[in-house]
């Protein structure tokens, strides 16, 4: 078959609806969204009355163990959040007073050990352009009723059998996307799990990370080998669905997408209408015409872009870093990092460099913010002490205090300091050029804030804090000081007269290196690996 999609295949109309909060709809645009739909049989993934921590804790009070302490001990995980998950326990009414497994306990517990999955056939849904499954499952299509005017475009024919009505829909044509590769039996399996997922989660998307980053279920009990293509090649079809905005959310340009299943407003599809009409100019069009304005059409219109473009960046930071980076100090800082590069992919082309150069910059302010805030939490007094030297008077012999000055003496401190927490040595040469009164300006309390000499006094300060997250990034991430040099060379170069042309790559992939630095620093986002060394309790915090 030839694998393209055209005006005349099929549209599916699952009835896309906006969640209770937006019950109040002033504008909304139609459109139809590309999907290769394959016809799989698969397990029907149960879900799971027990997350990891309490099946293992609810485990151990079956054998006896009742004492959060020794529970804890067992488990490698702190008493605290044994103890919490014991009282989670209670209140499910799986656990007693005495910390004893009750007898609803014992049946879930013994129910959560056996996953039986009945076989279910049905379609699972891949994106043209990225190959990734929609987390979503359908067992029958559902087919809208079209009409084609005089130029070839569709309408859908919406309503009941004796009061139908016309709506015009944007169709979205993937061309130039590539041939699809038949999805994984694990993606299907997820996508089943994902879907029930989602319609736990419809109307509450707060809690909702809808994606297929974690599979929902126990890939060890779940049979893979048992899904099956009933077509072995997909169909092209196009799914029903609308953009919209409501009385709150107008007057600032802010704009919503329906999941095109039924399960409310979509926070995944958005992210994909913003990175597809980057390159669509015609869907460009139709969100612009959702909020009622061309972008650049005077100062008011211009308010309204930024807006709009700092609501894009801050999902984007959230999609990156998930959403409790709203609570960390430096989130303004990578919101204005992030909104930097949205504006220069948006302008593409016609982007000035110095906006690329601006963008750079934004890049290394956010790590200077970061470590900053590692520095207010673990002091870097220590920093300073470790470069001072103490100078004998030959003629008086009194002593007195300075800053040592041999450079040599100071790159070899540097250097060592380095290696004792983990991290790959020699260091970048830029690093290892921080003067000893820059390191002293940069850790005393509201210092100066300069990226390189900044992040030496944190080295020098670590082996002060038995707990510095430096130790955790070190196991993590050896070579996690060349990349914030990286980072460094390129946001401090920007701008320079002599400084090479900036382009549109660097500053994606500057951008793309931060987001790792700060995953790896503060333990969120996709890049914050756990830590083996630091047990369940590590993946317990992540999650």
């Known amino acids: 078959m030839a694998f393209n999609f055209t005006r005349e295949d099929a549209v599916l109309n699952f009835g896309p609806r906006r969640p209770r909060e937006h019950t109040k709809r002033t504008s909304w645009e139609y459109i139809l969204w590309p999907a290769w739909s394959y016809r799989v049989v698969a397990p029907r993934v149960r879900d799971r009355q027990l997350n990891m921590f309490q099946r293992a804790v609810l485990g151990l009070c079956k054998a006896g163990q009742q004492d959060f302490t020794s529970i804890g001990q067992r488990l490698s995980i702190h008493p605290d959040l044994a103890a919490f998950i014991l009282v989670e326990l209670c209140d499910l009414g799986y656990v007693d007073g005495d910390g004893l497994a009750t007898d609803q306990g014992l049946r879930v517990l013994e129910d959560d050990a056996h996953d039986v999955h009945d076989m279910v056939a049905g379609y699972v849904f891949q994106d043209p352009w990225t190959g990734d499954l929609w987390p979503r499952f359908v067992e029958q299509l559902d087919y809208c009723d079209l009409e084609f005017d005089e130029s070839g475009f ?98 600032a340009g802010d704009w919503h997408a329906c999941d095109p299943f039924g399960l409310g407003a979509s926070v995944r599809l958005r992210r994909r209408v913003e990175q597809v ?62 909104f930097a590069r949205q504006e220069t992919s948006l302008l593409g082309r016609d982007c000035p460099e110095s906006k690329l150069q601006a963008a750079l910059r934004e890049c290394v302010k956010v790590l200077e913010m970061l470590l900053a805030e590692i520095g207010q939490r673990y002091s870097l007094i220590n920093a300073i002490e470790r470069v001072r030297v103490t100078k004998i008077d030959r003629r008086t012999g009194r002593r007195s205090v300075g800053l040592q000055q041999d450079k040599r003496w100071l790159q070899a401190l540097f250097n060592a300091a380095a290696k004792d927490i983990g991290f790959l040595v020699p260091l970048p040469k830029a690093m290892l050029f921080a003067t000893a009164g820059k390191i002293q300006a940069a850790a005393q309390p509201g210092g100066h804030w300069q990226l390189r ?39 401090g170069g920007a701008g320079h007269a002599d400084s090479a042309t900036t382009t549109l790559h660097d500053v994606n992939a500057t951008v793309d290196l931060t987001y790792t630095v700060i995953s790896i620093l503060s333990g969120l986002g996709a890049d914050a690996e756990v830590d083996p060394e630091e047990g369940i309790g590590a993946a317990h915090v992540k999650a």
């Open 154 to 251: 569709p309408k859908l024919l919406l309503g009941t059998t004796g009061k139908p009505w016309r709506q015009g829909a944007f169709m979205v044509l993937p061309n130039g996307a590539p041939t699809p590769t038949q999805p994984s039996p694990a993606k299907v399996v997820s996508a089943v799990a994902g879907h029930r997922k989602g319609m736990r989660y419809a109307d509450d998307l707060s809690e909702w990370e809808d994606d297929l980053g974690q599979p929902g279920y126990s890939p060890s009990t779940v049979h893979i080998d048992r899904v099956s293509f009933i077509e072995e090649e997909p169909t092209p079809v196009f799914l029903m669905t609308y953009l919209y905005l409501t009385e709150s959310s107008s007057s």
């Open 277 to 338: 009409m980057q390159e669509e100019p015609n869907l460009y069009n139709v969100v612009n015409r959702l909020v009622g304005r061309v972008l650049h059409d005077g100062l008011e219109e211009q308010r309204r872009w930024v807006e709009q473009l700092r609501t894009m960046a801050a999902i984007e930071v959230e999609g990156r870093l998930g959403v409790n980076i709203r609570t960390h100090p430096a989130f303004e800082q990578i919101l204005s990092m992030e």
């Open 453 to 491: 000499p900044l992040l030496v006094a944190t080295l020098l300060a670590v082996d002060s804090h038995r707990d510095h997250p430096f130790r955790r990034a070190a196991r993590i991430a050896p070579d996690l000081l060349d990349k914030i040099d990286t980072i460094a060379t390129k946001g």
